[in-house]
């Protein structure tokens, strides 16, 4: 028999991506067949599945905590902002469109049915299902047609753990005030809560957690302090990336409003001879820098008009001319060349644009979206590299008989003709650690991490950190067979 339980949060970056991947290894640990799902994702920040779709990459993460293959069924609704008021909506692992996010509200409650015939799939082969809910239940303006929280957690018959996050302050409130904005149906759901992200003496909540036990009738199911490894996870939030300062080789990445599958920076940021440098709009890009990493777009000619606004545009030709690196990842590398066409207007409005102009290259946005999973070659030093697609368009010119990657015998990017500014359609390339080492040679810098070997460590004392922190005796107790109403 087949259980389930959702974590919802009392907001959104609450952890309940990390506590879900914890719990999946530790139950996983303890013999049960774990499976993660989320109804309903907001990311640009994508993982490709081996049939080729798209979910949320901490839905990913998740599988790889339960020790199984990522598949579309996991988190079947996928929104991937495109603008600040419209987004391409991703449905079991396919483009479906893209829509208004007034539109969306609307329209939203049409998509349940998918969001339920995911999970009934992987109910079918699981013993427990963890469940991870999207922003706050609290939200109530929202609670007509949703399918994140509450709406999925009634629609599917799935009990409910609320979590605060108590770094962010106010946690009782977070709490208590969530019951206090829930219809009684709602409430009738959840069956505990946990407090989050501690720091310090846990023994000092005591009071404050005995508190809302008074104030709302839920057991407290754990309060977890501050899991200080987190970082070293693969981070799904444009919110979490973060500047990371470790050797003398400096590696900067411009911000952009709609930087996409910039997990490319996990592997770089692990290296304790690599400081990453995350550059936000308003700052100029350092001039000591050895490598400028233009990460993936999910809007690529916005996010270069974007580049041309802070100055970067001027600041990157200096950086050329002082001998420094330049690589360009899918839609980085889409602004290094001449020019971008647009004739369809699949990236907005239709029209040609001049890109950087640091590659001999054109882009041309047309024909169907490259989403696969991929083994490669380094040239010239033949390192084996696995990686990933997720783009729309083809480039090509010139410098493309400088490719630098094979894939399936075709070569894979272009590069200058002194090889300091290279592009690739390439995504997760550095997590390949022959590949990773090789490139950081070529900056001056040693590689002494073992990426992948890293994150299954991180993992395993995630869960056995929650193991200490929460009561997962209790927490696998509440989980109830998946009920419809």
Avoid at 139 to 146: F, I, M, S, V
Avoid at 155 to 181: E, K, M, N, S, Y
Avoid at 215 to 228: I, M, N, S
Avoid at 264 to 287: K, T, Y
């Amino acid at each position: 028999m087949v259980r389930a339980i959702m974590i919802q949060g009392t907001g959104s970056n609450v952890g309940k991506s990390v506590l879900v991947a914890g719990l999946a290894r530790a139950y996983t640990r303890r013999g049960l067949r774990v499976a993660p799902f989320k109804p309903q994702n907001m990311s640009n920040n994508a993982a490709v599945t081996e049939n080729g779709g798209e979910i949320g990459r901490a839905q990913a993460l998740q599988a790889r905590a339960a020790k199984r293959p990522a598949l579309t069924d996991m988190n079947p609704i996928l929104l991937k902002p495109e603008t600040d008021t419209g987004a391409q909506i991703i449905v079991q692992g396919r483009r479906a469109g893209t829509m208004k996010a007034g539109d969306y509200r609307k329209d939203k409650s049409k998509l349940l049915g998918a969001a339920l015939e995911s999970f009934d799939r992987l109910c079918a082969d699981a013993d427990l299902v963890l469940v991870e809910g999207a922003g706050s239940p609290a939200e109530t303006n929202l609670r007509n047609g949703d399918i994140a929280n509450m709406g999925f957690a009634c629609a599917a018959g799935v009990p409910v753990v609320l979590v605060g996050d108590i770094h962010r302050g106010g946690v009782i409130a977070q709490i208590v005030g969530t019951r206090a904005v829930l219809d009684p149906g709602d409430l009738g759901t959840i069956r505990g809560f946990a407090v989050n992200r501690f720091k310090g003496d846990v023994s000092l909540f005591d009071d404050g957690r005995d508190d809302i036990a008074a104030r709302t009738g839920w057991p407290c199911l754990g309060v977890v302090p501050w899991f200080h490894d987190a970082w070293k996870l693969p981070a799904e939030d444009m919110m979490d990336i973060r500047s990371h300062e470790g050797g003398a080789c400096k590696i900067a990445v411009p911000q952009l409003e709609r930087m996409a599958n910039f997990d490319d920076l996990d592997p770089l940021s692990a290296e304790p001879g690599v400081s990453v440098e995350i550059i936000a709009a308003g700052r100029p890009l350092p001039g000591d820098a050895d490598l400028v990493l233009l990460p993936g777009s999910k809007s690529t000619i916005g996010d270069l008009t974007f580049f041309r606004e802070q100055g970067w545009d001027i600041d990157l030709l200096a950086h050329v001319r002082r001998g420094g690196h330049v690589l360009g990842l899918c839609g980085g590398y889409q602004m290094l060349g001449k020019t971008i066409s647009d004739p369809e207007g699949v990236d907005g409005r239709p029209g040609t644009v001049d890109g950087l102009g640091l590659l001999d290259v054109a882009t041309v946005m047309a024909g169907e979206k490259q989403v696969t999973l991929r083994d490669a070659t380094a040239l010239p030093g033949g390192e084996p590299v696995s990686g990933y697609e997720i783009h729309m368009g083809r480039t090509e010119g010139p410098d493309c008989a400088r490719a630098w990657l094979k894939i399936d015998g075709r070569p894979e990017g272009a590069a200058s003709a002194n090889g300091r500014v290279r592009g690739s359609y390439l995504h997760g390339l550095f997590s390949s650690d022959k590949f990773r080492a090789s490139y950081l040679a070529g900056l001056g810098a040693d590689s002494a991490v073992a990426y992948e070997d890293g994150v299954e460590q991180t993992l395993d004392a995630l869960a056995d950190h929650l193991e200490r922190h929460m009561d997962l005796d209790l927490i696998l107790s509440l989980a109830e067979e998946p009920r419809r109403p």
